[in-house]
């Protein structure tokens, strides 16, 4: 079964500072990967996915992630954080032709004025 | 319409009562889920629909009862539940669960709080 770790509960950053958000993955296919964000109180928000291609993926709000098939990573950056970032980050994970996607246990980005 | 919704989205409930959550979408998606999120944790798969049908169900107890009444409609039915059972409900819809590859789209949630 596949499966997804984010090593780093918490993440702080300073306001215009890069910011990278962690994740590797286990699958026994070929992987599909996910980012979500989730505001307090509310649902996840699609950020973006890899699916094959490009290994440097863009997604929305300026972020953008970079596939490392040789480490099994699927980190997450933006050139230059915004306080408005500030929420919880979950990674996931699916594998070819399967119904269910799995989640990390979620980073928490804090970026400071 | 990008959007999935959710109803209630706040619910107290004893645990003698019998509740149900309500989830929509208009996206035209054929595959809708059901996810169970405790604070600071990631959600939990309960159920997935495939084009109106129960295609996975992880093992949840019965006193949830899904129910797809159309391709634009998903129900949670909640009956005899127990405290530990408190969490956000995630709905969730793709436009064919069996592409890996697809985004879902996660609707606000409904917090739920049983007493």
């Known amino acids: 079964a596949q499966s997804v770790a984010q090593p780093e509960d918490q993440v702080n950053v300073a306001e215009g500072n890069p910011l990278t958000v962690k994740c590797t993955y286990s699958v026994s296919g070929n992987p599909y990967l996910f980012w979500y964000v989730q505001y307090p109180n509310r649902g996840l928000q699609f950020l973006l996915k890899y699916i094959t291609g490009d290994n440097l993926v863009k997604g929305s709000y300026g972020f953008e992630a970079e596939f490392n098939k040789s480490q099994t990573s699927f980190h997450l950056k933006k050139p230059s954080a915004l306080v408005s970032d500030s929420a919880l980050y979950f990674c996931?994970?699916?594998?070819?032709?399967?119904?269910?996607?799995?989640f990390g246990a979620g980073t928490r980005l804090t970026v400071k004025p | 319409d990008t959007e999935v919704t959710q109803t209630p989205k706040h619910l107290v409930m004893g645990m003698t009562n019998k509740k149900s959550l309500k989830c929509e979408q208009h996206m035209g998606h054929r595959a809708m889920y059901w996810y169970k999120q405790k604070a600071k944790k990631p959600p939990e798969l309960m159920f997935v629909?495939?084009?109106?049908?129960?295609?996975i169900n992880e093992s949840v107890p019965s006193r949830f009862s899904p129910e797809c009444p159309n391709s634009s409609l998903l129900n949670l039915h909640l009956h005899a539940l127990q405290p530990e059972d408190s969490a956000l409900y995630l709905c969730?819809?793709?436009?064919?669960?069996?592409?890996?590859?697809?985004?879902?789209?996660f609707g606000p949630g409904t917090r739920l709080l049983v007493l």
């Open positions: 969730a819809s793709s436009q064919d669960s069996n592409g890996g590859w697809e985004s879902q789209y």
């Open positions: 629909y495939s084009y109106e049908k129960l295609s």
């Open positions: 996931a994970v699916r594998d070819y032709n399967n119904n269910d996607m799995r």
